[in-house]
T-cell receptor, first 115, second 111 residues
Framework: EPEVTQTPSHQVTQMGQEVILRCVPI?????FYWYRQILGQKVEFLVSFYNNEISEKSEIFDDQFSVERPDGSNFTLKIRSTKLEDSAMYFC?????????????FGEGSWLTVV | GEDVEQSLFLSVREGDSSVINCTYT??????LYWYKQEPGAGLQLLTYIFSNMDMKQDQRLTVLLNKKDKHLSLRIADTQTGDSAIYFC???????????FGAGTRLFVKA
């Protein structure tokens, strides 16, 4: 069964450093997402991406964050200057859209620890 | 604004049925989902239901939707220890780009 893959699975970084989280969405999907989950808390929407541009973003997704689809298969989340409160599990997701019930399929997550 | 509420914990005995409840506020919700998260793992889609349905059954899972009360439930028949996990209720709507999640219900299954 096709799946969303994410790398790295774990990353520890120093405060102020840049981090890039990588994702390979399901190949025929058109919508791409990043969510995050701070330990023990809700899964929070960060950003959605469609047709090579951001379609929606949350208040969390400030100027420190950016997304890119550099080629036909990868989808990346960059955090420019990490803060302690960015420590969380970051989930990439993709969907085919309304034709499949808007169903979002998630990757296994990238656990980011900022020290 | 959109919000999804769930109770935080549920404890059942192995073999019993589990019922996890969820309420949502967005009346324009078109799709409602249940995801399962095991410790340290990602979110696994269990099932989803369109808002024009009131019930969906998939093996041991039964989803009930009361659109008038904006109430969604997930029933797991013959609950097993392997069902112990966090269950997230979520909603989205046609034309929307995001899915809103509840805080998750932690299901404990006692042997």
């Amino acid at each position: 069964e096709p799946e969303v893959t994410q790398t790295p699975s774990h990353q520890v970084t120093q405060m102020g450093q840049e981090v890039i989280l990588r994702c390979v969405p399901i190949s025929n999907h058109l919508y791409f997402y990043w969510y995050r989950q701070i330990l023990g808390q809700k899964v929070e929407f960060l950003v959605s991406f469609y047709n090579n541009e951001i379609s929606e973003k949350s208040e969390i997704f400030d100027d420190q964050f950016s997304v890119e689809r550099p080629d036909g298969s990868n989808f990346t989340l960059k955090i420019r200057s990490t803060k302690l409160e960015d420590s969380a599990m970051y989930f990439c997701a993709s969907s085919a859209g309304a034709s499949s019930g808007n169903t979002i399929y998630f990757g296994e997550g990238s656990w980011l620890t900022v020290v | 604004g959109e919000d999804v509420e769930q109770s935080l914990f549920l404890s059942v005995r192995e073999g019993d049925s589990s019922v996890i409840n969820c309420t949502y506020t967005d009346s324009s919700s078109t799709y409602l989902y249940w995801y399962k998260q095991e410790p340290g793992a990602g979110l696994q889609l269990l099932t989803y239901i369109f808002s024009n349905m009131d019930m969906k059954q998939d093996q041991r899972l039964t989803v009930l939707l009361n659109k008038k009360d904006k109430h969604l439930s997930l029933r797991i028949a013959d609950t097993q220890t392997g069902d112990s996990a966090i269950y997230f209720c979520a909603e989205s709507y046609t034309g929307g780009f995001k899915t809103i999640f509840g805080a998750g219900t932690r299901l404990f299954v006692k042997a």
